[in-house]
């Protein structure tokens, strides 16, 4: 979605493509298949298998989710808002906001996203507030609402503290990194590896003695090592990038704070990793040139992944062509 696709309009989107409602519904129906087994355990006379419980309403809601979602887009322009609204089968229905049925516009920051995603409130005449979709480049999420904003009429929105704006002397991903949670974690292992070892203990009551020894047990010290080994790791890492140089902090292996500057002549390349298959998130990769690679602590929908990596990339003063690796 480009928000900035002619001068005198602005574009807003929400909605998933083909490829990710596919994606849902098939990730869906392998969760339905779980119930099967129990079905045909119940068939035969006896109790149902107790994933059926869970497995069949979240099947159900993912496939819900793939089927019911709807696409909605507004197109912002001096007459109005334009908005239009389609789900998977049905038709396009289109609805015009005049400018003038429109008494206030300010920003609003979204619930239950991570990392904070920003719509616009618009209230009407009638008292009615619409949401927009998100706004999609979130290190200018200020200046898109002052434009939609002067494009209907209205005084610009109140600006909201937003870490990633690109009028921040310094953007910052992630949350300090907090050495406490790595000793919760630490005092959470062994209550861990204990849930861990009970497979280990059933095998070994049944008399599955090689699968006991020779898969359950070492797995279960693998996990156990590994989450008390690694727990500072767990807690996080906090990017600062200000201009020239990017500050990571983070907890070290033996629980100390620790920090990393990079400079811009250092870095070889800044891109995004591919998407997390489920998500369709983002992560930004700085890969440096010794060889080393960081990945943002946080992770994005692709616009807001393209928007944070093109921040950085003028915040070092680094100048790559548009989709090419910068470097």
Not at 12 to 24: D, V
Not at 136 to 150: G, H, K, L, Q
Not at 177 to 185: D, L, P, Q, W
Request: glycine share 8%.
């Amino acid at each position: 979605m480009d928000s900035a696709a002619k001068p005198d309009e602005v574009r807003l989107r929400k909605g998933s493509s083909l490829s990710e409602r596919l994606i849902w519904a098939g990730s869906g129906a392998l969760v339905l298949l779980i119930v099967i087994p129990g079905l045909v355990n119940w068939a035969s006379g006896g109790p149902p298998l107790p994933a059926a419980f869970w497995a069949v309403p979240l099947g159900l809601f993912l496939i819900g989710v793939a089927v019911l979602e709807r696409n909605i887009a507004w197109i912002v322009t001096q007459d109005g808002i334009l908005i239009g609204e389609q789900r998977p089968f049905g038709q396009v229905r289109k609805r015009l906001i005049d400018r003038r049925d429109i008494v206030d516009v300010r920003i609003r920051k979204n619930r239950f996203s991570y990392p904070a995603g920003f719509s616009l409130a618009c209230t009407l005449v009638s008292g009615d507030v619409l949401i927009s979709p998100p706004l999609p480049d979130i290190t200018r999420v200020n200046e898109t609402s002052a434009r939609i904003a002067r494009l209907l009429g209205h005084p610009d929105a109140a600006p909201v503290d937003n870490p990633l704006d690109a009028d921040n002397a310094e953007i910052t991903l992630g949350s300090p990194a907090s050495a406490e949670v790595g000793r919760v974690i630490r005092t959470v292992a062994p209550v861990l590896a204990g849930l861990c070892a009970v497979p280990f203990f059933v095998a070994f009551w049944i008399g599955e003695w090689e699968l006991a020894l020779g898969l359950l047990l070492p797995l279960s010290l693998i996990i156990a090592t590994a989450l008390y080994r690694y727990a500072h790791r767990l807690s996080g890492a906090f990017w600062i990038i200000r201009h020239g140089e990017i500050r990571i902090e983070r907890i070290a292996l033996n629980g100390q704070p620790s920090a990393d500057t990079i400079k811009a002549d250092e870095v070889a390349e800044i891109e995004i990793d591919r998407p997390s298959t489920k998500s369709r998130t983002f992560n930004i990769r700085v890969r440096l040139r010794t060889g080393q690679t960081f990945r943002s602590p946080t992770r994005y929908d692709e616009n807001g992944a393209l928007a944070v990596r093109a921040e950085i990339i003028r915040r070092l003063n680094m100048f790559a062509d548009e989709g090419e690796p910068a470097g």
